[in-house]
């Protein structure tokens, strides 16, 4: 495992389209997201960062259905890591009834178009899918007990009520994609 911190690329960036393989057996893309945000979330199935945390992901999904459609990706070379292969990404997605479609980036090309460097990598969108948030889940990766701000909640909030993007925003924090 290799601690990588993401590359926090510019506010405003527009969000890159996509069309990708889900788990539940369709295609997904940009154009099927019509809530008002979007939160892109780079994460695999191996990762120690991305196990803490997918509980608290997947609560989030919940609570913001209406106005926020998550939607994860996974970018990892599943010939280097068997673990995070479309097979096992469905059935991690199923065993830990993820609320959100699940992708498989095969080829690394979004992952590439978003900047995206480890996983859990988050960017979140606004209406016009401009990039308004790319940072850290919260204060505290390894331990929900502990969370003292949560970075993406806030921020998804503040974009939700008209509030200027969260300052600061801190780097994301987790392993390194998994390149071909």
């Known amino acids: 495992m290799s601690l990588t911190e993401s590359t926090m690329i510019p506010l405003g960036t527009a969000c890159p389209d996509f069309t990708l393989p889900g788990v539940d057996g369709r295609l997904w893309s940009l154009h099927d997201v019509h809530t008002p945000t979007l939160l892109l979330v780079v994460m695999c199935n191996h990762c120690p960062y991305v196990q803490a945390i997918d509980d608290r992901l997947n609560a989030l999904a919940k609570a913001y259905v209406d106005n926020c459609t998550v939607v994860a990706i996974n970018s990892n070379d599943a010939v280097t890591h068997p673990e995070d292969s479309f097979e096992a990404m469905r059935i991690r997605a199923q ?31 606004d209406a016009h899918r401009r990039l308004m948030y790319r940072g850290r889940f919260d204060d505290n990766w390894k331990d929900a007990a502990r969370v003292t701000r949560q970075d993406l909640k806030e921020a998804l909030e503040g974009l939700l ?6 300052d600061p925003q801190h780097p994301s924090m987790g392993c390194s994609i998994k390149w071909k």
Do not use: H, I, N, S
């Open 161 to 166: 009520y008209g509030k200027e993007p969260l």
């Open 95 to 125: 065993a830990k009834g993820y609320v959100f479609p699940y992708l498989w980036d095969e080829e690394q090309a979004v992952a590439r178009a978003l900047g995206a460097v480890c996983t859990p990598d988050f960017f979140l969108y």
